[in-house]
């Protein structure tokens, strides 16, 4: 894992959009065309900012959704989907190649998880555009996470840690209305990517980050895994990298 500390959150946000980019046109030069997926989330919306700024050939782009909440419409203002299309998807200079989102409402959460893994099956995934919860998440994965997952997606129950960010972050009215669980891709088929731009701004996720980035690899802190992948950029701003030595940074 190597590690970026940047000064503020949009610098951060640029130098991420720069890394992930690159591996976007590297892949398309390679095979034509790129698998990626992506997150939703407030922590990443400077590097959508400027990734939608960057010369990439997104019509031969084909991407993935991270996660949803189960039982949320498509036009829910907190739905991931929602919020991916106003920060991301509908900035975009050009349409994707394809776009394959989480239908996690009304049917079978199970069936839907099926569909997605088949379409996943052998297939490359190139580039994961990632962040961190508060509990050390990685998607919807919270701890104490499934490491071995054969699935590249499940239905999940969300624990309050990572309920009570949700509505912290203003996504819901009261805690009752922020569900209780999601689809979520599994940390294997995360780990499955050839590169993974991990994009974490705020002095909330000090704690979690110094623990993914410093602590024991360990379901308690899903994100720690990330410490084993050959090809994991972490980019912070100074807030998120508080609770790291100096030394640590890159």
């Not at 407030?42 to 996660?67: C, T």
């Not at 701890?143 to 997606?153: E, G, I, R, V």
């Not at 360990?218 to 998120?240: G, K, V, W």
Request: hydrophobic residues 45%; proline residues 8%; neutral net charge.
């Amino acid at each position: 894992m190597n590690l970026h500390i940047c000064e503020n959150k949009i610098a951060m946000g640029r130098a991420a959009a720069r890394c992930g980019a690159q591996q976007i046109r590297d892949a398309v030069a390679r095979k034509r065309k790129a698998v990626i997926v992506v997150a939703t989330a407030p922590s990443q919306n400077e590097m959508y900012d400027a990734l939608v700024r960057e010369e990439v050939p997104w019509g031969k782009v084909e991407i993935f959704h991270l996660d949803e909440y189960i039982g949320l419409l498509p036009n829910h203002p907190a739905s991931f989907r929602f919020n991916l299309n106003k920060s991301f998807l509908s900035r975009l200079p050009e349409a994707p190649l394809c776009f394959h989102p989480v239908r996690a409402e009304g049917k079978d959460p199970v069936a839907v998880c099926d569909e997605l893994g088949k379409l996943l099956r052998g297939m490359e995934l190139d580039v994961a555009f990632i962040g961190i919860g508060e509990n050390g998440h990685i998607a919807f994965n919270d701890p104490p996470a499934d490491f071995h997952s054969p699935n590249a997606y499940n239905p999940v129950k969300l624990d309050e840690v990572c309920r009570n960010q949700q509505f912290k972050e203003g996504w819901f009215p009261t805690m009752d209305a922020v569900p209780k669980a999601a689809i979520s891709m599994s940390v294997p088929q995360i780990f499955r990517a050839k590169f993974i731009v991990n994009t974490v701004p705020d002095l909330r996720k000090a704690e979690a980050v110094r623990n993914a980035v410093l602590g024991p690899v360990t379901p308690n802190c899903p994100a720690s895994i990330l410490q084993t992948h050959p090809a994991c950029e972490l980019f912070l701003d100074r807030e998120a990298a508080s609770l790291l030595e100096a030394r640590d940074a890159k």
